[in-house]
């Protein structure tokens, strides 16, 4: 049941010159493809992205600091042939950082070939998928480890998966396949880095239920269709738990830390969202079974939009949806019985400026979550972006309580090419 974790292309720690060294290889083996294409058959844009955090709290740790400076960049070539039934895509990411050495890391978020014969496709490759309607959480999303690197908080960035996919398209619904190869582990800060857990995260002490640790070969199948103004999805997974279960354990140092336990799990879902003019109904739910118990998780609400406020071009759009966990205070999911409430405005105009506020708020607890992010462009080749997460009255018996202290606001500027 132990295993040694993922030494390749993770969001753990890699030295900077194999990082380098890596970044390298990437961007050479796309400009090879480029030069061996035709223009009208490859595509190659990128982008490079630094970006800071200020941290508005003294941190619980002497290591972290009340700041960060960090850059990003992503290249995604596509590469199309046999009339575009047949391509490639290669999307390599990478991040350095300047406090948190597992943030120096890399990944391969796509490099997958895709073949469309009729109304059947086939992928096969690093490829991301995601699942889900509602707006706080997304609970039936399982397919793609998530990179707690990038997106600490709201926790929407994923890791590439290594995967086999199958799709059909047919009168009845569209019917999609995955085998699923290897498993990610889940990416850590660091003990400089922050947001971060009061007690560090050790993956080299990872554990898992299976025998097998990361070559357990996981499946998923999902069936989604249009009813009119309805949108479903139904699925079912089989294979490792994306999220790890944490224990305390004593690091090869002696030192207190907490080590990531995978275990097996079943999952059954339903994804539905209903549109009915200005109003959005969403729903996401599902059953599972792991470590011999069964639970069940849910999050629902709606969204109303105002189209064209004080005669403008704005938009502004009311969301309230609410997320209930049968384990309670248990769970490893902070969204065990929490309420959403949140604004988002759209400008509507040439520089696609967006703005969403929110607060999550814990009803068996009573901690409060804040939630902004506004976005800009800025001219044809920049994005502006900024977020902010802050909390308030967080106890002890809360599941957020161990990053409550890690208040922060958080700028980048993107740089398209």
């Not at 239920?209 to 499946?219: A, K, Y």
């Not at 989604?224 to 479903?232: A, E, T």
């Not at 729903?283 to 069940?296: I, S």
């Given at each position: 049941m132990t295993g040694t974790g993922d030494?390749?292309?993770?969001?753990?720690?890699?030295?900077?010159?194999?990082?380098?060294?890596?970044?390298?290889?990437?961007?050479?083996?796309?400009?090879?493809?480029?030069?061996?294409?035709?223009?009208?058959?490859?595509?190659?844009?990128?982008?490079?992205?630094?970006?800071i955090r200020a941290f508005t709290q003294a941190a619980s740790s002497p290591r972290q600091t009340d700041s960060d400076l960090s850059i990003a960049g992503e290249i995604t070539g596509k590469y199309f042939w046999d009339s575009g039934n047949q391509s490639l895509v290669f999307t390599p990411f990478g991040r350095l950082d300047q406090r948190d050495s597992r943030r120096n890391h890399w990944d391969l978020r796509e490099a997958r070939y895709a073949r469309v014969m009729g109304d059947w496709e086939f992928r096969a490759g690093f490829d991301k998928v995601f699942w889900g309607v509602t707006e706080a959480v997304h609970l039936v999303d399982v397919v793609n480890q998530t990179d707690l690197l990038e997106d600490p908080i709201k926790q929407e960035a994923r890791l590439g998966q290594p995967m086999v996919r199958l799709r059909t398209t047919q009168s009845f619904g569209t019917l999609d396949a995955f085998i699923l190869p290897w498993f990610r582990e889940r990416t850590f800060a660091g003990p400089n880095g922050r947001p971060a857990l009061d007690i560090p995260v050790d993956p080299s002490l990872t554990r898992y239920?299976?025998?097998?640790?990361?070559?357990?070969?996981?499946?998923?199948?999902?069936?989604?269709?249009?009813?009119?103004?309805?949108?479903?999805?139904?699925?079912?997974?089989?294979?490792t738990n994306r999220e790890p279960i944490l224990t305390p354990a004593l690091s090869k140092d002696g030192d207190l830390v907490l080590a990531p336990f995978y275990a097996q799990m079943k999952q059954a879902s339903l994804d539905v969202q209903a549109t009915k003019g200005a109003w959005l109904y969403k729903?996401?739910?599902?059953?599972?079974?792991?470590?011999?118990?069964?639970?069940?998780a849910a999050t629902g609400g709606i969204e109303y939009t105002f189209y064209g406020i004080l005669g403008t071009d704005n938009d502004l759009g009311l969301v309230a949806e609410y997320a209930l966990d049968s384990r309670g205070m248990t769970a490893r999911n902070p969204y065990q019985n929490d309420g959403f409430l949140a604004l988002r405005w759209t400008a509507n105009d040439a520089a696609s400026t967006s703005f969403l506020g929110g607060a999550v708020m814990d009803a068996s607890t009573g901690a409060l979550g804040l939630r902004f992010k506004g976005e800009r462009r800025l001219g044809d080749d920049y994005r502006l972006s900024l977020e902010a997460y802050f909390f308030g009255n967080v106890p002890r018996s809360d599941p957020v309580y161990s990053v409550a202290d890690d208040d922060y606001v958080q700028l980048r500027i993107a740089r398209y090419f």
């Open positions: 030494m390749g292309m993770t969001g753990r720690a890699l030295p900077l010159r194999r990082w380098l060294a890596t970044a390298g290889c990437c961007l050479a083996a796309s400009m090879a493809a480029l030069n061996a294409a035709h223009a009208d058959d490859f595509t190659l844009r990128g982008s490079i992205e630094p970006e239920e299976s025998s097998r640790q990361q070559r357990h070969v996981d499946g998923a199948i999902r069936y989604s269709n249009h009813f009119g103004d309805i949108d479903l999805g139904l699925a079912y997974f089989q294979g729903f996401e739910g599902y059953w599972r079974r792991e470590l011999g118990r069964e639970y069940e």
